[in-house]
């Protein structure tokens, strides 16, 4: 089934076409590890989901690329077709000449509805090129005004026009010293907005990010290009086809379908977090060796002592002793407890791996079945130059503190009614800000009390 992607803001298209680089690299690789026809199958796999063969020999990836301004579409339409492996579609894209000015009553209140027409139009064309149709990821920034504004207003057309289609957004956190003023207002309206309209919402750090790159992969002049192609990376790990357990020896048929059942068990909780090993410079790759059983006993523990990567995890956290219902204690361990979680393995002997420490009950919340909460897919065929390499989707209670941050900074704010003139004269009022925060205030209570 095909995934569409639609790319929205400068932070989404930026994203969007590192996304579609990593994926077309990673099918066009010669380092399967795997048999031929097993190769096969998976470049066939991924092109179904996300390129449309065309008349041309070249591709075309099934994206929709929205932007206030032409300048980063016009820069990703080219980088692209020059590539010679990939392109955009010649009319799958959708720019004016003014952007939101990082704000995002603007993106949802005024360009939202006046190009929705336009927009959707793009949607719907692209979703009838799908001879199956399996959804739609949206890649977002929350900090500005087009990714965040207007993809929360596409968000909710997307969901209006496909009522039964998957919707996930991916959506990229802010940095916490700030990138723009009016951030933490952005961000607090845009999440509670997606909450309402979206499946779920996979979210991207900066932070985060930019600390895998300076310390494993020792970039020392971090820019945004580098920290988008460890998302995409990230991305591609999970995205990328993998084998659904027991499910036959075809693969995965609907990659979101199959991602969000396993994850998302109750509208209350639609968080997800993404974290990868192992991630290093390449040219440490050929002097590295992994073992299953070691890769997966960091990333068991990343887990639960919410590390983001491998290096510098508290390995003194431990899930708290079955039958001891004092929930409190280990909260002050900073354990990380999980509703769902969903392990996806790539490469070398994965049909060996032994994954018992994932199915243990005290890393989930008590209502649900250890055997429903957790998921496993798998390929011989290695991702991306790492002979063996693991990616987890959880959905845990990894952004508790980020979010409480982002709304309790949000609420200061508000409660002086610092730059509110500056969203109330584009239509959003007072009282929408109060519905916003009570929608995040509960998700965060929900999220507190697993």
Not at 18 to 43: I, M, P, W
Request: hydrophobic letters at 35%; charged letters at 15%; a negative charge.
């Amino acid at each position: 089934m095909s995934i569409v992607t639609v790319q929205l803001g400068q932070c989404g298209n930026q994203i969007g076409h590192e996304v579609f680089s990593a994926l077309c690299s990673d099918s066009r690789g010669t380092h399967g590890l795997c048999s031929k026809k097993e190769n096969q199958s998976y470049q066939d796999s991924c092109k179904e989901r996300f390129f449309c063969e065309e008349e041309s020999a070249v591709p075309a990836a099934r994206a929709v690329l929205v932007d206030m301004e032409p300048k980063v579409i016009s820069q990703a339409l080219a980088m692209a077709a020059s590539s010679g492996h990939w392109r955009y579609s010649s009319h799958s894209h959708f720019c004016q000449k003014q952007g939101s000015g990082n704000n995002w009553a603007n993106g949802y209140c005024v360009h939202g509805p006046r190009h929705k027409e336009a927009i959707m139009e793009l949607v719907q064309r692209e979703a009838e090129r799908c001879d199956r149709l399996g959804g739609f990821l949206t890649i977002m920034s929350m900090a500005g005004g087009t990714g965040s504004g207007l993809g929360a207003f596409v968000t909710q057309c997307l969901r209006d026009a496909f009522p039964t289609s998957f919707i996930l957004n991916h959506v990229i956190w802010p940095y916490g010293t700030g990138e723009v003023i009016v951030q933490n207002y952005n961000s607090v309206l845009t999440l509670s907005h997606l909450y309402h309209s979206s499946d779920a919402l996979l979210v991207h750090e900066n932070d985060v990010i930019h600390k895998i790159c300076a310390q494993l992969l020792n970039i020392k002049q971090i820019s945004f290009r580098d920290v988008n192609q460890v998302i995409a990376h990230q991305l591609g790990s999970v995205f990328q086809p993998a084998h659904a357990a027991g499910g036959g020896s075809g693969y995965s048929r609907n990659p979101l379908g199959d991602l969000l059942e396993s994850l998302v068990p109750h509208p209350e909780f639609r968080m997800l977090g993404l974290r990868n090993i192992p991630q290093m410079a390449e040219s440490s790759l050929p002097y590295s060796a992994f073992s299953w059983p070691g890769l997966l006993r960091h990333l068991r523990q990343m887990l639960i002592a919410n590390a983001q990567m491998e290096e510098g995890i508290d390995w003194q956290v431990r899930p708290p002793e079955p039958g001891s219902s004092i929930p409190c204690t280990n909260k002050a361990l900073h354990f990380n407890t999980s509703i769902a979680n969903l392990l996806i393995l790539r490469g070398k002997d994965v049909h060996s791996v032994e994954l018992g420490s994932f199915q243990d009950p005290s890393l989930y919340t008590s209502w649900l079945n250890p055997q429903d909460a957790f998921t496993a897919w798998k390929t011989p065929r290695a991702f991306n130059k790492y002979e063996k390499s693991a990616a987890l989707v959880s959905n845990s209670q990894f952004l508790l503190k980020p979010l409480d941050s982002i709304v309790g900074k949000a609420w200061n704010m508000f409660a002086s009614k610092a730059y509110l003139h500056q969203y109330t004269k584009f239509g959003i009022q007072e009282e929408d800000f109060l519905d916003c925060f009570t929608t995040l205030e509960q998700v965060i209570s929900s999220y507190t009390n697993l």
